[in-house]
């Protein structure tokens, strides 16, 4: 199995590429899941001044013949940035390790949900013209933002199957997140899942109703 390493919007350094084969040890992957297919590792860089601080993200992306393990950081630096998603991988790897030693001690075998991918995508953004005495406006992503705004807004994509409310809890705890958006395969709506108190989760189910009226804040069901 061989690493790939490239950057979105941005060159990566040849000796960047030798860092990530020394960081990266395969072997001690391969031991955590044996069942490895590609590593995949991209280098993106963010050029606001105000996120100097962590302007340079790492995405590294396992895939296997089970889920698919992400692991992204941001720091000043694309080593430290490297250094910070490694360790969270190693930490992933290391918790489904885990779950599937307690199922196969169980007599269970592990749960298996369709593999997928979560590409970023960086929108564009462009700067807008003000005549005298206006507010500049600058389009990023899909808005249009008037003065600061939001410093950052990024797109995600998922490519979902439905799952059940346990895939999903499973598929939270995988890829080390607060909560997660899938679509309910016994409800047949969106759906998230997310984290309360320690290993207590709460879902919210989403619900079209056209007479509705648009609500002024967040809605939605609260499963408790």
Do not use: C, W
């Amino acid at each position: 199995m061989d690493i790939v390493v490239k950057g979105r919007k941005t060159e990566v350094p040849e000796r960047f590429r030798k860092h990530v084969a020394e960081k990266l040890n395969l072997e001690k992957i391969q031991k955590l899941d044996g069942k490895v297919i590609s590593l995949d590792v991209e280098l993106s860089k963010e050029h606001n001044p105000r996120l100097a601080d962590r302007s340079d993200r790492v995405e590294i992306t396992l895939r296997s013949r089970g889920p698919v393990v992400r692991a992204e950081a941001a720091a000043g630096d694309p080593y430290a940035a490297l250094d910070a998603a490694t360790s969270k991988l190693d930490a992933q790897l290391r918790k489904h390790a885990d779950k599937r030693h307690m199922a196969r001690r169980g007599g269970r075998t592990a749960v298996s949900v369709a593999a997928y991918t979560a590409p970023l995508a960086t929108p564009a953004v462009e700067d807008g013209s003000a005549g005298a005495g206006e507010v500049p406006t600058t389009k990023v992503g899909p808005l249009d933002v008037q003065g600061d705004g939001p410093l950052v807004v990024r797109e995600k994509t998922h490519a979902a199957s439905p799952m059940t409310l346990d895939q999903a809890l499973y598929e939270m705890e995988l890829v080390g997140h607060d909560f997660y958006l899938f679509v309910d395969s016994e409800r047949n709506q969106p759906s998230v899942v997310y984290r309360r108190h320690g290993y207590d989760y709460g879902v919210i189910y989403l619900k079209e109703d056209p007479s509705a009226e648009p609500p002024s804040g967040a809605g939605g069901m609260l499963h408790r």
